[in-house]
């Protein structure tokens, strides 16, 4: 049996081949848009590699340690500064508790506690204390920041941490470094005594030569009158009963009731003169030592009289201080130190009107506010209005190269400000310079 094949219609032969072409066509812009996929998501995976290497040499840098936890507490992230604590890896830390962390039970609970409370708001500046690899408890300052998703929900914790012995140890630098500080300028300090002492040698040997002087010329006479005592009394002591015809003229010759009514006198200046030279060695000694001893109550009049008459001593004979004091005046400090800022405010005051035939200083006080307000000012150049800014500063002078060490200024102010005090200075209207010392009753 023979089975005849119609002939194919020509106008179905055409809708398929064309239907061919359009399926062919289709799959070519499929492919092409998967290419452009296939680059943009390889550009994203490069930057997002670039990124994640970014946080991971950022997190190998940080010397603080941090971990990333989810909200039942279960460690998600960590950074090797954690990992050098703990000595674990972070596969071994990563979805182990936080809480195994920290040193023992006390601290877990306190954790607990503290991350259940603040986990929302945040905790700031909390000490705990966690194990180390050595076995050992590191207290560490933590801060807990909450982490949330874009709705707002809460997954978890971020913590950070420093290990508070590093704070420690900066502090102990630091504070290292403030007493060298405080030293050197106690080496200044002393310095600048040394420098004023030289100063005032004159002044000091003329205090001391004229209570000396006096001193010598009452032994010398007590001499004279001890060897006319002595020739009387042994023509007495001779005499036998004591009725030698000679004996009241010899008295009368030798004037022995004057010589015996004159001792009480010269034995008294006698004590009087050593008494000025001790208390005079004796204010010298505490002006030049380093002060180390407790603060005392200090009496300001007897302390700028004294100043004030030791420059005076050592300075030009033209130069006038005229003191407007009230009585008592009296703080709790050192001597030595407050003699000598005054001494410094006196010299300057003295070196400033060295050109004036008329050179004088004004000092007064007066007690207010609990304060004690003393003011030197003296009829100089003033300060120019350039220097005011500058006259406490540590080396800053404008006298010339060896009269000044530029310190002397500064320390005072220093003194001061640990005497509870200030110290200011300007400009009067009618000419002239004046510092104001305020000091606290």
Known sequence: MSTTIPPAD?????????????????????????LQYEVALEEKNAALEESHQFIESVLA???DILIVCDRNGSIVEVNPALCHLAGRSSEELVSTPVFNLFADETEQAKARDAFARYAR????DCEFFLRASDGSTVPVSMNCTPRVS?????MGVVVTGRPVGDLRKAYQALRQAHEDLKRTQGQLLHAEKMVSL?????????????????????VLSLQRYATRLGR??????????????????????LRIDRILADMPNLIDGMIEGAERTRDIVDALKRFSAVDKAAPEEVDLNE??????????????????VDLDLPPAMRCRGSSGQLQQ????????????????ADASLRISGEIAEQQIVLRFADNGPGIPETNLAHIFEPFFTTKPVGQGTGLGLSISYGIVERHGGSLSAGNRSQGGAEFVLRLPL
Not at 198 to 218: D, K, M, T, Y
Not at 341 to 356: F, H, I, K
């Open 61 to 63: 840098a940080m010397s």
């Open 303 to 320: 302390v700028i009289e004294r100043s004030v008459r030791w420059v005076t001593r050592s300075g030009p004979g033209l130069f006038a």
């Open 150 to 154: 874009q709705t707002g929900k809460l």
């Open 121 to 124: 708001d945040g905790l700031h």
């Open 232 to 253: 009387y009394l042994d023509a007495v002591h001779d005499s036998g009963a004591g009725e030698h015809d000679g004996l009241p003229a010899l008295r009368d010759e």
């Open 341 to 356: 800022v005054v001494m410094n405010l006196v010299q300057n005051a003295c070196d400033a009107t060295a050109e004036r």
């Open 198 to 218: 030289g100063r005032l040698v004159a002044g000091v040997a003329h205090e001391l030569n004229n209570p000396i002087s006096f001193v010598l010329g009452n």
């Open 10 to 34: 020509p106008l179905l032969a055409a809708t398929g081949e064309q239907a061919w072409i359009e399926v062919i066509q289709k799959m070519d812009e499929v492919y092409n848009d998967l």
